[in-house]
């Protein structure tokens, strides 16, 4: 009898034990509006907060919001800190070799640059990007003079105070900002880049990235992926 009930206790205790590691904790910057940031109650908001968690019922999975610098989110994730990153995080060869990628939730989305003047120079002038982004990368190779800050709003101040002719970054999060700054404005071309976004989840976690692979190729297949991209306007639609 009381065998049978150290195995019970024993059971129990596995159980929950493997409960707790059910819990997949989701990273985000929460800096990177609409794609995700902090809504007035410091919750994780956004296109990507509603993405994940509709990704994670459909895995069934209990999953849990953690942010994190963009400077070091890639490295957080390796070291264990969270189980993926959801951060508006384009897939590319660079990343790919230190992490592994689900399929893409969005489609490559256009950048673009905001400056306060039409005529500034985007090939020879400073450039302000994001520091470890691929638009930081295009300007580096540009022949343009890069200047990198950790925030996306540090970025943009730059430009408002001078210290930057220019910002590139993803249009979808510039075109807000030129819409609700007068002195601001989109100039120049757009410039395609990326291949599309993704989640990012370590090269050992097979199991886990075949079950968001799934989870959104069903929400491709029955069209709630393209109603949440309209609804949140990041992105063109698959």
Request: proline share 5%; charged share 25%.
């Given at each position: 009898?009381m065998?049978?009930?150290?195995l019970?206790?024993?059971?129990?205790?596995?159980?929950?034990?493997?409960?707790?590691?059910?819990?997949?904790?989701?990273?985000?910057?929460?800096?990177?509006?609409?794609?995700?940031?902090?809504?007035?109650?410091?919750e994780?908001?956004?296109?990507?907060?509603?993405?994940?968690?509709?990704?994670?019922?459909?895995a069934?999975?209990?999953c849990?919001?953690?942010?994190?610098?963009?400077?070091?989110?890639?490295?957080?994730?390796?070291?264990?800190?969270?189980?993926?990153?959801?951060?508006?995080?384009?897939?590319?060869?660079?990343?790919?070799?230190?992490?592994?990628?689900?399929?893409?939730?969005?489609?490559?989305?256009?950048?673009?640059?905001?400056?306060?003047?039409?005529?500034?120079?985007?090939?020879?002038?400073?450039?302000?990007?994001?520091?470890?982004?691929?638009?930081a990368?295009?300007?580096?190779?540009s022949?343009?003079?890069?200047?990198?800050?950790?925030t996306?709003?540090?970025?943009?101040?730059?430009?408002?105070?001078?210290?930057?002719?220019?910002?590139?970054?993803?249009?979808?999060?510039?075109?807000?900002?030129?819409d609700?700054?007068?002195?601001?404005?989109?100039?120049?071309?757009?410039?395609?880049?990326?291949?599309?976004?993704g989640?990012?989840?370590?090269?050992?976690?097979?199991?886990?990235?075949?079950?968001?692979?799934?989870?959104?190729?069903?929400?491709?297949?029955?069209?709630?992926?393209?109603?949440?991209?309209?609804?949140?306007?990041?992105?063109?639609?698959?």
């Amino acid at each position: 009898m009381m065998k049978s009930i150290l195995l019970g206790t024993a059971a129990l205790a596995l159980s929950a034990g493997m409960g707790l590691a059910d819990t997949v904790r989701m990273g985000t910057e929460g800096a990177y509006a609409p794609w995700n940031f902090l809504n007035d109650a410091g919750e994780v908001d956004g296109f990507e907060r509603e993405l994940g968690d509709e990704l994670c019922k459909r895995a069934e999975l209990t999953c849990e919001w953690v942010t994190n610098d963009w400077d070091s989110i890639i490295p957080n994730l390796v070291s264990g800190n969270y189980d993926t990153i959801i951060a508006g995080m384009s897939i590319t060869d660079e990343r790919d070799e230190v992490i592994d990628f689900t399929q893409p939730y969005t489609p490559p989305d256009p950048s673009a640059y905001i400056a306060m003047s039409e005529d500034v120079d985007l090939e020879g002038g400073v450039i302000a990007a994001q520091t470890g982004t691929i638009q930081a990368g295009y300007v580096a190779e540009s022949g343009a003079t890069l200047v990198e800050f950790a925030t996306p709003e540090e970025t943009i101040a730059a430009v408002r105070n001078g210290e930057a002719d220019a910002v590139l970054a993803d249009k979808s999060f510039l075109t807000p900002v030129a819409d609700e700054d007068p002195d601001l404005m989109i100039v120049g071309p757009d410039v395609p880049l990326g291949g599309g976004v993704g989640m990012g989840l370590r090269e050992s976690d097979t199991e886990l990235r075949e079950k968001f692979d799934a989870a959104i190729q069903s929400m491709k297949d029955d069209g709630t992926l393209n109603e949440m991209i309209q609804k949140w306007e990041v992105s063109s639609t698959w």
